[in-house]
């Protein structure tokens, strides 16, 4: 009898192995296909961009290499790294690194502000006029970015609605057009929408007894939003300040239509290095150095990953 159970538990332990190795050959296979298609497209385009950028013009990269120009080569396997030195040398160059950075941390911390702002009205007071700013806060979402960038530089011109109220009243308005200020308000507007939805979904998701129970104990709307809020949505907060920085680094439709034209932010500043100037490794080298950034901030949206998976066993 205890050599059949043994064989009978051994035989069970098979078919769950082999039923768990069927299991994960199927997650695999459908896994796959998007593993295939990043690579494909954006995988491999990187690392050639990459080997271009240190001088390997053969291959994929012999036709820009032929028709760009200033294209430094590497000496057989040797790479060179003179397009870089062509880049960090030149003055402008940091000028619109300084103006990214700048435009992408005031920005953030505008849309964390607004949507912050929506979120925690919504879910600590409710009714009509919290359900109108959320509402109104995800309009741009449905805009497309270029009509939104011609709209805030018309609105912010010498000759736009602030000017023209400003005159009406007396006042000299400012005017905000192909400046900094243009360029974080057209940013903060194509960025808020996701991160209401982000923030205000990650609120709404705690429970009313947590609220209720530190009222109930004397805990006033600051100390609820500090101790129970704010600590329960890290998480989404994390991830919407994540993507808002993302966006707005290597943004280019609202710096072109916005800004003016020397800094600049780098979205614009490497097209103009590919197309106007025609120097197509150094463009690369500043496309690197934003992607460089942004992986840096993106590891802030792997934790938050990271840190809600665990706390919820699943690593």
Do not use: C, K
Not at 24 to 43: D, E, I, K, R
Not at 226 to 240: C, D, F, N
């Amino acid at each position: 009898m205890t050599a059949i159970a043994a064989a009978t538990a051994t035989r069970a332990a098979d078919r769950g192995a082999r039923a768990a190795s069927r299991s994960a050959v199927a997650g695999f296979v459908l896994a796959l296909p998007p593993v295939l298609v990043v690579t494909a497209f954006v995988g491999l385009p990187v690392l050639l961009a990459l080997a271009f950028s240190v001088g390997f013009t053969g291959g994929l990269n012999e036709v820009v290499a032929a028709v760009g120009q200033n294209v430094h080569r590497a000496d057989g396997a040797v790479p060179t790294f003179a397009a870089y030195g062509d880049v960090f040398v030149t003055p402008e160059f940091w000028d619109d690194l300084v103006l990214t950075l700048a435009v992408t941390v005031v920005s953030t911390l505008v849309v964390l502000l607004l949507a912050g702002g929506v979120g925690l009205y919504l879910r600590l007071r409710g009714g009509w006029l919290a359900r109108l700013l959320s509402t109104v806060a995800i309009v741009p979402l449905f805009i497309p970015v270029v009509i939104a960038s011609w709209a805030i530089l018309t609105f912010t011109s010498a000759d736009g609605f602030i000017r023209t109220l400003s005159a009406q009243l007396g006042i000299d308005g400012p005017v905000w057009s192909y400046s900094v200020v243009a360029i974080v308000l057209g940013s903060a507007w194509t960025s808020l929408p996701f991160a209401v939805l982000m923030i205000a979904s990650g609120l709404q998701s705690i429970p009313d007894a947590l609220i209720d129970a530190a009222r109930d104990a004397g805990a006033g709307t600051g100390r609820i939003v500090r101790t129970i809020l704010l600590p329960m949505s890290a998480v989404p907060i994390v991830i919407a300040v994540t993507f808002t920085a993302i966006g707005v680094i290597g943004s280019y439709t609202v710096p072109y239509f916005t800004g003016a034209n020397a800094p600049t932010m780098l979205g614009v500043s490497i097209a103009n290095y590919f197309t106007s100037y025609n120097q197509p490794q150094q463009s690369l080298v500043m496309a690197f150095v934003v992607f460089l950034i942004a992986s840096g901030i993106g590891a802030l949206y792997v934790w938050a990953n990271f840190r809600s998976a665990r706390r919820e066993g699943r690593v």
